[in-house]
């Protein structure tokens, strides 16, 4: 029965002068310029992590001889797709020494390509020749390397240890470092006049300086680019702040007496006190507090505050609450009629909302009973 067997007809394979499904679905991927003759019906090379090498072990033909045989004891005993026994009549395709297929289960598993084929679906491309690449790959700057076309960008240099990215490109430590020197601002010191170095700045009366040049006015020691000015005199970081000086809660830096603002507990400069929602400065007009920030009081009622039922607007004055709804003072008014009320005046809930007492007389006494029944069960 075995020598009977047929491949479905989705899975016959196809007459020599036909290109494959794959072959095809390559062809309109990349044009026919890119590819060679290595396309045609080599069918095996296994995904995920087997070894590249395949053997191909073909037991098809009328006559039965004693090497056909010989390789069929050498297969292992079933399909590993089908789980079938192979007969000597059958296409047999195998890959290590562990795993055989029929030539049409191995074409509907869709896991197996030949090398070639597997290269162009699955191996990554070189960002710097385009090649697939084949063994070790260096993945750096969201793309993959060949590891000698990953060199620097400047002195092409193999990267081989490590690398500094910079504006999107690789560069060996020396590149790097020759461009910081060339590109980074360099200060001259206004009393010894050599260059002077960012992590050694010190601004006085509008002048860069060495720190080390200048002395804490209180503890004398020698000051570093961290040191404060205040009256013209120059203080270290301990002395400065036992000098008292407020120091804003949102930059960090001392305040002027004349610009301080007190709020919330601590102190702020005037124009980084601002609403935590709108950020903008308060100066001096009313905020509220809340959960230690301090907002607007249009920001705060839209946050925090009721919404009209009517208009939509957060309710800043007075708000009628009623019928599980809150509304503006001048929108509370009657359901039918739109007459204007208060909370002072008779009125009637009807579907969640307030109905006059005049309106109210005019519905069917039918339908007032069931109101005045479901009222009551509420209560």
């Known amino acids: 029965m075995a020598g009977n067997r047929h491949s479905p007809p989705h899975l016959q394979k196809l007459d ?14 990349f044009g026919t310029a890119e590819l060679d003759s290595n396309e045609g019906d080599c069918l095996v090379q296994l995904t995920e992590d087997r070894p590249l090498s395949t053997v191909s072990v073909a037991l098809s033909g009328s006559s039965i001889n004693t090497n056909r045989r010989r390789q069929l004891e050498m297969l292992p005993a ?39 084929d597997f290269h162009v679906l699955f191996k990554p491309c070189c960002a710097k020749c385009g090649d ?44 790097n470092l020759e461009e910081r020197m060339q590109s980074t601002v360099r200060y001259l010191c206004n009393r010894c006049k050599d260059f002077v170095d960012e992590a050694e700045l ?5 002048d860069n300086y060495h720190a080390y040049h200048f002395a804490c006015t209180t503890c004398r020691i020698e000051l570093t680019a ?44 005037v124009e980084h006190f601002v609403c935590a929602a709108c950020e903008k400065p308060f100066n001096g007009t009313r905020y509220f507090e809340r959960r230690g920030l301090a907002y607007c009081e249009t920001h705060f009622h839209q946050l925090f505050g009721q919404l009209c039922f ?27 009629c739109d007459r204007e009320m208060d909370q002072k005046s008779k009125f009637y809930e009807y579907d969640l909302k307030p109905v006059c007492k005049r309106c109210y007389q005019k519905f069917p006494t039918e339908l007032r009973k069931r109101l005045a029944k479901i009222h009551k069960q509420i209560r």
């Open 226 to 269: 961290e040191a404060r000015e205040k009256d013209d005199r120059l203080y270290c970081i301990r002395c400065f702040d036992k000098l008292g000086i407020p120091v804003c809660a949102r930059c960090r830096r001392p305040i002027d007496q004349e610009r301080v603002v007190r709020a919330l507990g601590r102190a702020w400069h």
């Open 78 to 116: 079933a399909c590993s797709h089908c789980g079938e026994s192979f007969d000597v009549s059958d296409k047999v395709l195998k890959a290590g020494g562990s795993e055989a297929w029929h030539e049409w289960c191995l074409n509907s598993t869709g896991e197996c390509f030949c090398e070639h």
């Open 310 to 336: 009517l208009c939509g607007d957060s309710i800043s004055k007075e708000c009628v609450q009623t019928c599980g709804k809150s509304w503006c003072r001048a929108h509370f008014r009657c359901t039918v």
């Open 202 to 206: 010190l601004r006085y009366r509008g």
């Open 16 to 29: 020599s002068s036909n290109k494959s499904i794959l072959l095809q679905r390559r062809m309109a991927a």
């Open 132 to 175: 697939y690449i084949v063994g070790p790959v260096v993945r750096a700057l969201q793309a993959s390397w060949h590891p000698t076309c990953f060199a620097c960008h400047r002195c092409g240099r193999v990267l081989a240890d490590a690398f500094v990215k910079s504006l999107g490109r690789a560069l060996c430590r020396e590149c």
